[in-house]
């Protein structure tokens, strides 16, 4: 993968340009943001959760701190698409987000807006992560025609978890 900016992994200053592998950034940032993300996730739809002004603290440190290792990774244009994007996703999603709340026993109209904001927020940061992370470790990212053919795989798998996924929540 090709850095949009200045990183240090490990003590090594990689610089714009340089080519480092995919299993340098990925691993890490998949885990945690997943433990992030997840604790954001279970403090937001808890029984007794901490104030909202802490959810907001808590999860607004962290996804400024990853927007900007997004923007030093990956460039500004695909951030942008990755916020274009999640707008035009919230009903994929609002999907999930109910799946996932539905193994708690729970609904997300159970909730007021304003709580789903950083969870929603993780979901999208998540989302990008592993998209880069497929185009990556298939190495397509660079290739138009393979590249073509990954990302409408993932749309469709998207879909199609969406799908599923909004179905088993209202059985």
């Not at 900016?5 to 610089?15: F, L």
């Not at 999603?93 to 997300?108: A, D, T, V």
Request: with cysteine; glycine share 8%.
């Amino acid at each position: 993968m090709k850095l949009q900016g200045k990183i240090s992994i490990n003590n090594k200053t990689y610089t714009k340009g340089d080519d480092i592998p995919w299993y340098k950034v990925y691993p890490f940032f998949l885990v945690h943001m997943l433990l992030f993300g997840g604790s954001g996730f279970l403090m937001a739809y808890a029984s007794s959760r901490p104030p909202v002004l802490f959810l907001y603290l808590h999860g607004g440190v962290a996804i400024s701190i990853y927007t900007v290792f997004y923007l030093t990774i990956f460039g500004r244009d695909e951030v942008k698409w990755m916020f274009i994007n999640a707008f035009l996703g919230l009903l994929g999603i609002y999907s999930q987000i109910g799946w996932l709340l539905s193994f708690f026993g729970k609904r997300i109209s159970d909730y007021p807006f304003y709580v789903h904001v950083i969870p929603f927020l993780y979901f999208v940061l998540y989302t990008f992560l592993i998209r880069h992370a497929v185009m990556d470790i298939t190495q397509s990212r660079e290739d138009p025609k393979k590249r073509k053919l990954v990302e409408n795989c993932y749309i469709a798998i998207s879909v199609a978890v969406y799908m599923i996924s909004y179905y088993l929540e209202r059985r």
